[in-house]
C-alpha cells in the first residue's frame, strides 16, 4: 500500500525532548538507526509533544529538542538520506491522534504499564496527556505507514496497541494502515542504571552519576564507571539476575566494543573488578569522545539545523499529510471546499 513509489521499507522512530540522551538511548536506538539506515527510508523524529506529559522548563525543551536532533546526526544519522524532524511542525500527529483517541479504550490505555510507572514517578501530575500518550505514539508511527519501529524493550507495549488500533480501523473501515512490526535489538534493549543497576538508566534520574550522557567528557565518564554500582563477589560473568550491576557493565563494554558476553568474560573474569572497570570506562570513553566532538561542531551551527529541520518537516508533512487526508475521508469528515 505504502509502496506505490518506494521499494524501500519505512521506519519511524522518535526520542522524547525531556532530558539529555544517555549511553541508553545510543544503544536502545540511535545504535540501531544507524544500522537500519541504508535499508530502510527513515523518518526520525524528535517527540516534543510527548515530553510535554511531563513538566518542562520551556528554555530547556527548546534547547534539548535541537540538541537531540544534533545528536542523532552525531550519532552517525545520515541526514541527506534520512528525514529528521521536530513532532511539533507536523501538525498531523496532533490531529491523528485524536481520530485515534476515539478508537482506543479507556481500560485499553490503563494496562500500559508506562502509564502506570509514570503516573507514581510524577504522582503530582497524573495529566490526561501522560494517559494518551501511547496513542500519540501511535499515530506518529500510522502517519508515516511504517513497516518497522526500532524501540528499546519497554516500548513493545505501545508497539502492540499501535497494531491493533491499526487493525481495528482497517478492519472498522477498509485497508488504511500499514500494520507495524518492533525492532528490539537483543543486547543494549535496556541498559541499567549505574546506581541501580535493576532500574532502566533513565535520563530523568535525578542523580547524574546513574546515566552516562552522550555529552559527557572522558574525565566524567571514567568517574562515573568507577563509582558504578557492583554487585558482592568477583565473577564477571553475565546474569541480569544475580549480577545486575556487572552484567550491566558488561553490556556497556559490548556496545562500546563488539565483542561477545562469552569473549568478556573469558578475559577478565577471575581478575577482580578494577580491570574491567577500568576497560570499560577507556572503551565507553573512546566510543562517546568523536559522538560529542560532533555533536559539539553541529550545534556551533544552529542556522543549519534550522534548514534540516525545515527540510525534513516539509517531508513529513507530505507523508503524513496523504495519511490524514484518507482517514479524514473514511470516518465521515467533509473535506474542506
Ligand atoms: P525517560 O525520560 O523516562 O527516561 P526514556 O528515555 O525512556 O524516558 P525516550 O527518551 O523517549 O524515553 O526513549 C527513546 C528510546 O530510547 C526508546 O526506544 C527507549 O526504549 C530507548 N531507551 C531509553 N533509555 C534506554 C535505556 N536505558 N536502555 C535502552 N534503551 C533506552
Ligand atoms: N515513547 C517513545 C518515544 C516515541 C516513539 C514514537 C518511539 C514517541 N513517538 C514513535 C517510536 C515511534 C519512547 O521511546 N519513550
Request: proline share 4%.
Amino acid at each position: 500500500m505504502n509502496t506505490e513509489n518506494q521499494s524501500k521499507k519505512i521506519i519511524l522512530s522518535g526520542i522524547q525532548a525531556s532530558g539529555d540522551l544517555t549511553i541508553g538511548h545510543y544503544a536502545g536506538a540511535m545504535k540501531n538507526w544507524v544500522q537500519l539506515q541504508d535499508d530502510y527510508e527513515c523518518f526520525f523524529m524528535v517527540a516534543d509533544m510527548h515530553a510535554i506529559t511531563t513538566k518542562q522548563i520551556p528554555a530547556d525543551l527548546r534547547r534539548r529538542s535541537i540538541d537531540v536532533v544534533a545528536m542523532y546526526a552525531a550519532c552517525g544519522i545520515n541526514t541527506e538520506q534520512s528525514t529528521l524532524f521536530i513532532q511539533s511542525h507536523v501538525q498531523e500527529h496532533a490531529q491523528l491522534a485524536w481520530v485515534l483517541n476515539c478508537f482506543t479504550g479507556f481500560g485499553e490505555a490503563q494496562r500500559m504499564t508506562q502509564f502506570k510507572d509514570k503516573s507514581q514517578q510524577h504522582s503530582e501530575n497524573v495529566n490526561v496527556g501522560l494517559f494518551s500518550y501511547p496513542v500519540l505514539m501511535a499515530a506518529d508511527i500510522l502517519l508515516y505507514q511504517a513497516d518497522l519501529v526500532p524501540v528499546g524493550d519497554d516500548q513493545k507495549q505501545h508497539i502492540e496497541l499501535t497494531r491493533n488500533l491499526a487493525e481495528r480501523f482497517n478492519h472498522l473501515y477498509s485497508p488504511t494502515f500499514i500494520i507495524p512490526e518492533p525492532f528490539i535489538a537483543k543486547e543494549g534493549a535496556r541498559i541499567m542504571s549505574l546506581q541501580e543497576p535493576k532500574k532502566k538508566m533513565s535520563k530523568s534520574d535525578p542523580n547524574q552519576n546513574s546515566c552516562i550522557f552522550l555529552h559527557d567528557s572522558d574525565a566524567v565518564i571514567r568517574n562515573k564507571i568507577k563509582r558504578a554500582v557492583t554487585d558482592s563477589g568477583t565473577d564477571i560473568i553475565y546474569d541480569i539476575e544475580t549480577r545486575p550491576g556487572i552484567s550491566n557493565l558488561m553490556s556497556l563494554h559490548h556496545i562500546a566494543t563488539g565483542k561477545s558476553m562469552q569473549a568478556i568474560s573469558d578475559e577478565f573474569n577471575g581478575r577482580g573488578y578494577a580491570p574491567f572497570k577500568e576497560a570499560v570506562a577507556e572503551s565507553v570513553a573512546e566510543l562517546i569522545s568523536p559522538i560529542r566532538s560532533r555533536f559539539e561542531e553541529l550545534r556551533s551551527h544552529p542556522d543549519e539545523l534550522s534548514a534540516l529541520l525545515k527540510t525534513g518537516a516539509d517531508k513529513a508533512k507530505r507523508q503524513a499529510f496523504k495519511t490524514l487526508r484518507k482517514v479524514y475521508k473514511k470516518i465521515g469528515f467533509v473535506e474542506p471546499s
